[in-house]
């Protein structure tokens, strides 16, 4: 099966999860909405329950990107994302490999605050996994995990708390890596609307 994230930019697919404004999902009244945003996203997804999908991202949020893994783990949907590179007029697949975090992992604990990319965030950015990724970089999911992993073994076990910068591929990456070093991971995204963030997790 072959879905794509968004009405955003049209292509040639089975259908789209989202449409193309974040806003006019169903009970979606401000960015924050996330019950809304999973609710809409499970009703989509659940046709497709026990099946393989693979998810073109061709446009959208990382927040909606973000609802969909956790939406297709929930209907146990292997799912594989697809990225588009503009550069080669061609999409590229990445593997998922995210499953949540052992039941206990960091649950009681405070999450540690980590940003995704230094120089891609609104406020302080001390605490980066990735210091940069260059150009040639931005495809290579095998570097992108292998950086994530040495920064999330410090935190094995543990919780975070990762401040979101919008480049999905990192995203996604530091998702495999927290399921191989057994991190769970409490996203965090900038509400433009309340200049505030607020927490996603992925593991309710």
Known sequence: ???????????????????????????????QDLEAVREYACEKLSPYRG?????????GLTIETLTAIWAARKLDISLALWHYDREKDRYVRQELKWRP??????????AEA??????????????CIFDAIPQDRIFDFQW???????????YSHKKIAVYVSGLTSAAVSVLNAAAKEQVSVLWM???YDREEYF??????
């Not at 989202?18 to 806003?23: K, L, R």
């Open 51 to 59: 099946e393989a999908v693979d998810l073109y991202l061709n446009g």
């Open 199 to 204: 927490p996603q997790s992925m593991e309710e």
């Open 114 to 127: 980590i940003y995704l990319c230094r120089g891609r965030h609104w406020g302080s950015e001390e605490n």
């Open 189 to 191: 995204h900038h509400d």
């Open 144 to 154: 992108q995990e292998e950086r994530a992993e040495e920064v999330l073994r410090d």
């Open 1 to 31: 099966m072959r879905l794509a994230l968004t009405e955003r930019r049209k292509m040639e697919c089975d259908g789209y999860l989202f449409p193309s404004d974040y806003y006019d999902i169903p009970g979606v009244e401000e960015f």
């Open 101 to 110: 975090a052992s039941a206990g992992t960091g649950a009681k604990e405070e």
